[in-house]
């Protein structure tokens, strides 16, 4: 019997050989999403714990991978709504991040701290495409998958995530 | 907006919140998965629940059927 109609009759030997190959993905998509290792981990264990209580109602004929990634985000975006954050992470996570090794000039600094903040401050659906798209180089038909959207929508959102990070940056005295 | 303006903000940003999920992570979560799995709270069906609801109700109204029904046991 094929590995994913075994999975659907709630064989727990088949679950454990997908939830190793799916792991790192989801957990990858996650990380991207919501920014903070250690919770992109209980959030990945909380989408396998859904998708196994879900067995039956799942499709062997769909695309398991896509529908795991579909259980993340939406757990993903629960979280950061949850978190009160309206942003993918804390000024402070953000601020933790390793800089990248280059020459950096004191404006150049400014500009990224600005930046940093405007996108700390987009609406977490702008966000969300932004930081898979932008930052993470998802493609539009993974994203639109993924959020339960058309591509179109996907670009839309890109465009106007784009568009208002621009403004804010203008209002902070930033010109790109 | 054209695509250099859009190519040097992306770039701007991927230097400003860099990606987080470029493939180094190594972990492992099945154990804790295995846990949960084995630990996980035994679910009733609602049928089952009504079923034995009726005959606690059904005692309740009539305790003289207790022992026919244990005897019936």
Redesign the interface.
Known sequence: MELLERFTGGEIEAFETLFQRHQADVYHWVVGLIRDPAAAEDLTLEAFWRIYRAHARFDPARCFGAWARRIATNLALEHLRKAGREVMAGEDLLNAQPSPPVPDSAVLSDTRACLRRAFAGLPVKLKCVAALVLLEQQTYADVACALGITVEAVKSREFRAVRLLRKKLKEMGIEL | ?NDR??E???A????????????A??????P???R??DHRPVQVAWFDLALAGLAAAGFIAFPAVIPWVLFQC
């Open positions: 907006m303006e859009k040097k903000l992306t701007l940003l991927q230097s400003a919140v860099p990606p987080m999920g470029d493939g992570w190594r972990g492992d979560l099945w804790r998965m295995r949960r799995l």
